[in-house]
């Protein structure tokens, strides 16, 4: 007979394990500005756990008149990440900029009132209106990451096994920013940049004697992690057709939005989404929506503007989590400001152990993905953006030896 785990005793030990907090420096500058990188490694010297990394700013914001403000969201000041593992890209390459609208995105959906309330001390604050003065200095904490640094399995992760690892965030544009009424020359900088993370050690002779064995018998390890790709296309009106070629061993969802025309440039606060209109997604004159890979269609049938936010909550795997938050949106401003089409293609159950694989295989051809939309009445000019969401696996072997599958 099996009892359940609430009826257990049972005590488990890990021998020999100690831990320390650790202040990384950038290896450029610790000063930066748009469109700028920060690069840092993380430490070779023990475990790396991933959940616990930290990235720390100091944020100034100028202007030539007027005010400017970050957006809602520290971590939109990222556009994109790569990770390197023994000087080889071998995450974020497909996806060289836009990584903040999908953050946005994701936080809108996701993120309750109460977590924004906890965020507020470090991520700034949840609402924003607009701006009577410029950012001084404020300090920020981003310690959420989309991608490897937020999905690679295992959470703690050997970097001397993979010939060190190294972070490379591009920084987004002075667009992100909010305005006020008549303000000119935004812009902003960020400096006292430096990185925090937890280092384990595991010193029983056993955990390090394990993976030795492993490579010494040929056999390598694998690092599972989500991956993202993104592509662009000006649009005329929401009656459209985004097409894009795709191959992976794990198509695991699409994420189809609208940008404004316009989005790349600084705009005053959208009084709904309490934000900066760099990232308002548009869709009020959007009528249907629906994807297609090869020669079938997701879902079967179109669907309208608002009946896809039901559909992405099943998409997402939240219809039935009736304690989970979002950003405040109603049935009018959903499709005008917040609107997103999410399809996702793999079991989104809880898998019982490490990261299961389970999207669609495209190895071995050039899928051809579309975001076919109609639109209502009138047309509105636009930028549709697709992130395809991907799984990707890096095996590695003895002598720090690399293979990346995508």
């Not at 001390?121 to 410029?134: D, H, R, Y």
Request: proline share 4%.
């Amino acid at each position: 007979m099996v009892y359940p785990r609430g009826l257990s005793y049972t005590l488990s030990k890990l021998s020999s394990f100690s831990k320390n907090t650790y202040k990384l420096q950038t290896l450029n500058s610790q000063t930066a500005g748009p469109s700028s990188y920060i690069t840092i490694d993380l430490p070779r010297n023990g475990l790396v756990n991933l959940d616990a990394i930290s990235l720390f700013v100091t944020g100034q914001t100028t202007t030539t008149g007027g005010y400017a403000s970050f957006p809602r969201n520290i971590e939109n000041i990222i556009d994109s990440i790569q990770i390197e593992c023994n000087g080889q890209v071998v995450a974020g390459q497909g996806m060289g900029s836009h990584y903040n609208h999908l953050w946005h995105t994701v936080t809108d959906l996701f993120m309750g009132n109460d977590a924004y309330i906890r965020r507020v001390p470090a991520q700034g604050s949840s609402t924003l209106v607009a701006p009577t003065f410029n950012n001084a200095g404020t300090e920020y904490c981003i310690q959420n990451f989309l991608g490897f640094l937020g999905t690679a399995a295992p959470r703690y992760l050997d970097c001397n096994m993979l010939g060190g690892v190294r972070i490379r965030i591009t920084l987004a544009s002075a667009a992100i920013l909010a305005i006020s009424a008549g303000a000119a020359g935004a812009s902003y900088n960020l400096s006292n940049i430096f990185m925090t993370c937890d280092v384990a050690r595991i010193d029983d002779g056993i955990y390090g004697k394990l993976l030795a064995d492993q490579f010494s018998a040929g056999k390598s390890v694998t690092i599972p992690f989500k991956d993202y790709r993104v592509f662009s296309q000006n649009n005329t009106s929401h009656s459209q057709s985004t097409r894009v070629s795709l191959g992976t061993q794990s198509l695991d969802a699409v994420w189809g939005m609208f940008l404004r025309s316009d989005f790349n440039a600084p705009g005053q606060v959208d009084v709904v989404t309490q934000t900066s209109p760099y990232f308002t997604r548009v869709g009020d004159n959007l009528a249907t929506a629906q994807w297609t890979v090869d020669s079938t269609a997701f879902p079967s049938a179109p669907f309208s503007a608002l009946q896809w936010y039901s559909l992405n909550a099943v998409q997402t795997n939240r219809a039935q989590d009736a304690l989970g938050g979002c950003f405040p949106m109603s049935a009018t401003t959903w499709p005008a400001k917040f609107w997103v089409s999410i399809q996702r293609f793999n079991y989104t159950g809880d898998a019982t152990e490490g990261t299961l694989m389970s999207g669609i295989d495209l190895r071995g051809s050039q899928a051809q993905i579309t975001f076919d939309t109609v639109a209502g009445v009138g047309n509105t000019p636009n930028i549709s953006l697709v992130f395809a969401e991907c799984t990707s696996t890096l095996e590695v072997f003895q002598g720090a030896q690399l293979l990346l599958t995508q």
